[in-house]
């Protein structure tokens, strides 16, 4: 029921309001609903822009590559390959099928051909030019080739420089370089060779050579029947045994006439041997005198 008059209509006025209210809120719902007003806040839409957070957003197009000028660290399969070089062997030589004078001469050089079996038989040297890589001593004499020395004295074997490294039999190193076809045919000869390069054992005082000279230090030993002689050692005590005499001079003993003064040793000598072991005529051949180290 519905009052008329001033005083109800007073009571009824405060309703209008709550209903202006709730209109204006439908129609900032209605409003908002189109998408048509955004803030700066809004969300990406599917074509692009920026995100809410400000990062560009993805439109589903790849970015081009850009080629990188760093430095590859993956090592080139094309690079060549080293490998050691092989060694050279010694050319082939043509042996003489027996024992002459030109085998082998003085001025040749030689290389290793067969390695020395421990025990068993030395080393097999055949002639190479002086300039070949594998040339490693030069023959500096040689004697004659003749009879086996099974039946002369050894004072008849050739006397080799004081600089000579090794000697060798030439003989039995024919037989092994051709492999037991040549054959000596009962003669012999030997070669005195020096090495082309460092180490020289026959120079003075190194310990080795076929020869004992001045400079050169020994110990005492026994030669054939018994005769007192010297064994060749290092000077400076690191060869297999310390030294216990140092060769001052070299002499030869000779029967001289009635009357005259033989040669002899000189003062200070402690030990004199000769240089022969074999030689049955002891002082009368190379004489070696010795003092104390």
């Known amino acids: 029921m519905i009052r008329t008059g001033i005083g109800s209509r007073l009571r009824a006025r405060p309703l209008v309001a709550p209903a202006v209210v709730l209109a204006g809120a439908l129609l900032l719902a209605g409003c908002s609903s189109d998408g048509s007003a955004r803030g700066a806040d809004a969300a990406p839409t599917s074509e692009g822009g920026t995100t809410a957070t400000g990062t560009p957003a993805s439109t589903g197009t790849p970015a081009p590559t850009v080629p990188s000028t760093a430095p590859s660290t993956t090592p080139s399969t094309a690079s060549p390959v080293t490998t050691a070089p092989s060694p050279v062997p010694p050319p082939a030589v043509s042996l003489p099928t027996t024992l002459t004078d030109d085998y082998l001469a003085a001025g040749q050089c030689v290389a ?3 390695q020395a079996v421990p025990g068993g038989s030395p080393a097999t040297y055949g002639a190479v030019p002086c300039d070949h890589p594998t040339a490693v001593a030069r023959v500096t004499s040689r004697s004659r080739t003749t009879m086996s ?3 002369l004295p050894a004072a008849q074997r050739p ?11 030439l003989g039995p190193n024919l037989v092994r370089a051709s492999g037991g076809i040549t054959r000596p045919g009962g003669d012999e000869a030997y070669a ?3 090495n082309l390069s460092a180490p020289h054992p026959g120079d003075p005082g190194q310990g080795g050579g076929p020869m004992i000279g001045v400079g050169d230090c020994v110990v005492k030993a026994t030669g054939v029947g018994g005769q007192a002689t010297g064994r060749e050692t290092k000077c400076d005590g690191t060869g297999t045994r310390k030294p216990e005499y140092k060769v001052i001079k070299v002499y030869t003993g000779k029967i001289v006439a009635k009357g005259s003064t033989p040669e002899t ?3 200070g000598t402690a030990y004199e041997f000769p240089l022969r072991a074999d030689d049955k005529y002891g002082l009368l051949g190379p004489v070696a005198c010795a003092e104390a180290v």
Not at 159 to 169: H, P, Q, R
């Open 149 to 151: 020395t099974a039946v």
């Open 159 to 169: 006397a080799c420089e004081g600089d000579t490294d090794f000697v060798l039999d």
């Open 265 to 267: 040793c000189p003062p």
């Open 192 to 194: 005195c060779l020096r």
């Open 112 to 114: 290793v051909v067969a």
